[in-house]
């Protein structure tokens, strides 16, 4: 029987008919609807077109029908999904604090209380020693539980503290749209003034404590385009700077000294900096360089000079100063040399100190130099295979450096390492209740041949006793995009695959920059296929090197990660046993070919203007929702969110839809689309997101046989 043609008014009515008559669920079916664009000159028809009417009943009718759909197919389901969250909400300290971080007179920290959807930010003043004193009186800055009563997402933006320690400055989301308002709080007598301004995608103080620089977003496109100007006194914001090309976005910080305001100016290759001295918040902003088609460069300052890292005539970036008087090119002088094998990421500048994040071999280092004696140092980790983050240490004076450190085996650590003399002081290690033990779990790098010859990097974790003759069910998780690493990090709720017998692997596919700049350039525009050729590789190399097979590999991605698992789930249906694919970017065609919706012009540079026809055939070629066929496919969960922002609902719907019109077999097709508030991310309550997380773990692991 056929319901492609059901008249629209009849969508829902037609599902929950089929659903309450039949003895097995039927999935619902999306009417089709001439529609018909010109490409390139071809005409292409796409009669799910209509989904991309938000406003329209019929399009909430269909996807609430395609829940209902989803909820019965996993009704079984639910007792393991139920015992799954209990078990990863038990390992979880539920009130807990965070490390404090000294910033002025105060120390800064966030707390969580059991039973509590969001983090509590909090200070209390530093001891006259300077040293964090616990017993010091608490001041709650923003209770995010109180922000949220009432509303079902609540996303906190961001928040800055007044030079004068005085006032706060915050932003938040109610919707999932990322639209954020701006607010004041009087951290004297808990005044909150505000929204100050919609939209709102950045900010930052100047030094005089009164004025106040941000960034809002094009109301169409959500590009960040606009830097303003506000006098919290004088109420009324000024318009600064406005940038036009549409490639670019504006971003606003402050240089860890405190001296000067930052404005960025960025597209995917070409960036550009200006600035101001913070204390001087009426001037104007200089441009340090001209923007250079190509050319990437951020700054910092330190004693009157600017720290620039570049990547001119340096692919994986370079450092060099310049006078802050006179910052142009002619005064540029070379302080850390570009490496072949190392791209810089960052630097972090201090008084006495400098700080380099660099990644090499899909491992990031942190290399530290005394500025008054020019020595160098590295700081050493205990495992092989690890992830480590700058932690945040925003004292201009400090000596020492914080940092996170883990592993797929030990949990989240915060290290303090004194500058001078590289001791690491471990701070605090994320406690897993349970009695977890890391010496039960092995992780280990390995190296996959891609089709071209290249290496790339797969990163495992498992519990020992497992058995390596093609038998253990295999989690393979990518993102490979934006030159976007993926780093081999803990997770409590990974434990409930590893303890069940599952290898859990990321595939450090080429699109990233696990391995450098080189490593997004050759994942992206023209050269996109390989980041989607590399986890194919990548999978049967875990497949023939008899870790997994083919019917107990499971795949997961989000967002572009999403548009991965599509496209290798229409080259090689055959490789995979399931995939989940989250708020998935999988209408390529359509959306990169319409510049008014957000984000699309910005990518040009990512994935190619499909105006242009070179660029058009390449996207062509693995677009998802383009190339599927009538075939068998594997089991696909796709997860979304109807206020998804960066990547519009419609286009996981518009897949399911046409999928369900091909797939040449009986493998669970289901769509789960958060209709109430929710963001890219998801759902914004901690406990919320777990229990998301748990139906997720549940479904995947119920696809290779296991349900309890």
Not at 421 to 426: A, C, I, R, Y
Not at 445 to 452: E, G, K, N, Q, S
Not at 468 to 489: Q, V
Request: charged share 25%; aromatic share 12%; glycine share 6%.
């Amino acid at each position: 029987m056929s319901y492609r043609f059901f008249p629209v008014a009849s969508v829902f009515f037609a599902c929950v008919s089929l659903m309450a008559t039949d003895s097995k669920p039927q999935p619902p079916v999306a009417p089709q609807k001439p529609h018909v664009s010109v490409w390139h000159g071809e005409s292409v028809s796409d009669p799910w077109f209509w989904l991309r009417e938000k406003t329209s009943p019929e399009v909430v009718a269909y996807l609430n029908a395609e829940n209902a759909y989803t909820e019965a197919m996993t009704a079984d389901l639910k007792p393991f999904s139920e015992a799954l969250y209990k078990e990863m909400l038990g390992r979880i300290k539920q009130t807990d604090l965070s490390v404090p971080v000294r910033r002025g007179a105060y120390f800064y920290y966030s707390r969580t209380e059991e039973g509590k959807q969001y983090p509590i930010q909090c200070r209390r003043k530093a001891a006259k020693s300077g040293a964090d004193d616990p017993k010091a009186a608490e001041e709650v800055l923003l209770d995010q539980n109180e922000l949220a009563k009432g509303l079902a997402f609540l996303s906190l933006g961001g928040m800055s503290v007044s030079d004068d320690e005085r006032t706060l400055l915050y932003s938040t989301d109610d919707t999932g749209f990322r639209q954020y308002r701006l607010f004041t709080k009087d951290l004297a007598t808990g005044k909150v003034s505000g929204p100050l301004a919609e939209r709102v995608t950045g900010f930052t103080w100047a030094a005089d404590a009164k004025h106040v620089f941000f960034v809002t977003e094009d109301d169409v496109t959500k590009r960040s385009n606009q830097l303003w100007r506000l006098d919290l006194k004088a109420g009324k914001p000024v318009l600064v700077f406005e940038e036009k090309d549409e490639l670019f976005e504006v971003r606003i910080d402050r240089t860890r000294d405190r001296k000067y305001l930052q404005v960025e100016l960025q597209s995917t290759d070409t960036w550009e900096a200006r600035y101001l001295a913070a204390a001087k918040p009426l001037g104007a902003f200089k441009v340090l360089l001209p923007r250079q088609k190509g050319h990437k460069y951020d700054f910092d300052h330190r004693e009157g000079i600017f720290y620039i890292r570049t990547n001119r005539d340096a692919k994986n970036f370079r450092l060099v100063t310049a006078p802050a008087a006179t910052p142009d090119l002619s005064h540029w002088k070379p302080f850390v040399a570009h490496r072949p094998d190392a791209l810089i990421q960052g630097v972090d500048l201090f008084r006495d100190f400098l700080v380099v994040v660099q990644q090499r071999e899909g491992l990031t280092q942190f290399r530290i130099q005394d500025l008054k004696s020019g020595t160098w140092r590295d700081v050493a980790f205990p495992e092989s295979i690890y992830a480590a983050f700058p932690g945040g240490t925003p004292e201009y004076t400090s000596k020492t450096y914080r940092f996170n450190y883990q592993s797929m085996v030990t949990p989240q650590s915060i290290y303090d390492c004194d500058l001078a003399s590289g001791k690491q002081t471990l701070l605090k290690e994320t406690e897993v209740l349970g009695g977890y033990d890391k010496a039960q779990y092995t992780t280990e790098r390995l190296w996959a041949t891609a089709r071209d010859g290249v290496k790339v990097p797969v990163s495992l974790v498992y519990r020992k006793g497992v058995k390596r003759d093609g038998t253990a069910p295999l989690f393979l998780y990518a993102y490979g995009s934006y030159g976007y690493g993926t780093p081999p990090a803990f997770s409590s709720p990974r434990l409930s695959l590893l303890d069940r017998g599952m290898v859990y692997a990321i595939a450090h596919i080429r699109g990233g920059n696990e391995l450098g700049e080189a490593w997004h350039d050759d994942g992206m525009l023209l050269k996109k296929m390989n980041t989607f050729t590399d986890f194919i590789d990548a999978a049967e190399f875990l497949v023939q090197d008899k870790w997994t097979a083919k019917d107990r590999l499971v795949i997961e991605g989000g967002s572009a990660g999403g548009l991965l698992m599509g496209a290798v789930t229409n080259l090689r249906p055959d490789l995979f046993k399931a995939v989940h694919s989250a708020v998935p970017f999988v209408d390529v065609m359509n959306t990169m070919l319409d510049a008014s919706l957000p984000l699309t012009v910005g990518e040009y540079l990512e994935w190619g203007n499909p105006n242009e026809k070179p660029a058009f055939d390449a996207m062509r070629a693995y677009s998802p929702y383009d190339n599927l066929v009538k075939k068998a496919y594997p089991a696909i969960l796709v997860t979304s969110s109807f206020n998804d922002s960066q990547v519009m609902y419609w286009e996981p719907a518009k897949y399911v839809a046409k999928l369900r019109t091909l797939k040449a077999d009986t493998t669970p097709l289901l769509l789960k689309m958060k209709m109430e508030p929710a963001g890219h991310g998801g759902a914004s309550g901690r406990y919320d997101a777990l229990k998301d997380k748990a139906f997720e773990t549940a479904w995947m692991l119920s696809q290779v046989g296991i349900t309890k």
